[in-house]
């Protein structure tokens, strides 16, 4: 093992951690997550999305999951907080003719009451009570999380000690938050799996990438744990850790005052 080589090795995986949308492709082919999930995210939007709806993708990333959908552009609406996908989405989205809007509150989105019948969100932030505000009567929410424990034997391999930073994001929490607000389950899952990588370099991208797991780190002030990852690696071919997700499906429902009220609108 050469410990220079692999230094300046992995210092150039960190400068180059730098993604537009949500662009994993960088590490295609030296990592694997996702792979087995008990769900189909996108097959399960299909089975509830009708061409006459009005939808949104709310942090949609640079819009790429979004586009994939095929839902008829005058109908469909999304939104991005991050600034360098704010951009991508003005470029990609507003000339197809969907209505897009920059927003990074998600207790503060720039539509008006009951205007979506489906709201889609994987893996971005989410306000339940703003989300209940702009669906119609059975609108549904459907969203796919990452959940708290995510990825967690692997921050400790490189920064033990370290607090999750969202230990709520679980399907037990989030489904009474969502049952509290108004909304009716429709469907509740939730997984843990491997992710797999297959050179330490890629790791280093990839940790720099999702900081807020992995707060602080960097190869200098990680070296010598990525050096024991390395023998890891050398010794059973991958690094492995475990991912959790979590998918909740959720009808509105109206109670009897809500009803009364928004009749009147």
């Given at each position: 093992?050469?410990?220079?080589?692999?230094?300046?090795?992995?210092?150039?995986?960190?400068?180059?951690?730098?993604?537009?949308?949500?662009?994993?492709?960088?590490?295609?082919?030296?990592?694997?997550?996702?792979?087995?999930?008990?769900?189909?995210?996108?097959?399960?939007?299909?089975?509830?999305?009708?061409?006459?709806?009005?939808?949104?993708?709310?942090?949609?990333?640079?819009?790429?999951?979004?586009?994939?959908?095929?839902?008829?552009?005058?109908n469909t609406s999304a939104?991005?907080?991050?600034?360098?996908?704010?951009?991508?989405?003005?470029?990609?989205?507003?000339?197809?003719?969907?209505?897009?809007?920059?927003?990074?509150?998600?207790?503060?989105?720039?539509?008006?009451?009951?205007?979506?019948?489906?709201?889609?969100?994987?893996?971005?932030?989410?306000?339940?009570?703003?989300?209940?505000?702009?669906?119609?009567?059975?609108?549904?929410?459907?969203?796919?999380?990452?959940?708290?424990?995510?990825?967690?034997?692997?921050?400790?391999?490189?920064?033990?000690?370290?607090?999750?930073?969202?230990?709520?994001?679980?399907?037990k929490e989030q489904k009474?938050?969502?049952?509290?607000?108004?909304?009716?389950?429709?469907?509740?899952?939730?997984?843990?799996?491997?992710?797999?990588?297959?050179?330490?370099?890629?790791?280093?991208?990839?940790?720099?990438?999702?900081?807020?797991?992995?707060?602080?780190?960097?190869?200098e002030c990680c070296f010598?744990?990525?050096?024991?990852?390395?023998?890891?690696?050398?010794?059973?071919?991958?690094?492995?850790?475990?991912?959790?997700?979590?998918?909740?499906?959720?009808?509105?429902?109206?109670?009897?005052?809500?009803?009364?009220?928004?009749?009147?609108?």
């Amino acid at each position: 093992m050469d410990e220079l080589k692999l230094r300046e090795i992995w210092k150039k995986e960190e400068e180059a951690a730098h993604i537009h949308g949500w662009d994993f492709s960088h590490i295609n082919g030296r990592y694997e997550e996702e792979n087995d999930l008990p769900w189909d995210y996108e097959k399960i939007i299909k089975s509830y999305l009708k061409d006459s709806f009005n939808l949104l993708d709310y942090d949609t990333g640079g819009g790429e999951f979004l586009l994939s959908l095929g839902h008829p552009c005058n109908n469909t609406s999304a939104t991005e907080g991050y600034k360098p996908n704010v951009q991508i989405c003005q470029e990609r989205l507003l000339p197809l003719g969907i209505q897009f809007k920059e927003c990074s509150d998600p207790a503060n989105i720039p539509f008006e009451d009951q205007s979506f019948d489906i709201i889609i969100n994987r893996h971005g932030d989410f306000n339940v009570q703003e989300t209940y505000r702009l669906l119609k009567n059975k609108g549904m929410f459907i969203t796919e999380q990452v959940g708290g424990d995510n990825d967690r034997d692997l921050v400790e391999m490189v920064l033990p000690g370290t607090q999750p930073p969202f230990p709520h994001m679980n399907l037990k929490e989030q489904k009474k938050i969502f049952e509290e607000a108004g909304f009716r389950t429709i469907c509740a899952k939730e997984a843990y799996r491997p992710i797999l990588f297959y050179d330490v370099g890629a790791f280093v991208w990839f940790a720099r990438i999702i900081q807020w797991e992995f707060p602080g780190f960097s190869v200098e002030c990680c070296f010598e744990k990525l050096v024991e990852m390395q023998k890891i690696l050398e010794k059973n071919g991958e690094i492995q850790g475990t991912i959790h997700r979590y998918l909740i499906v959720a009808e509105k429902q109206l109670s009897d005052s809500r009803s009364q009220q928004e009749r009147k609108l």
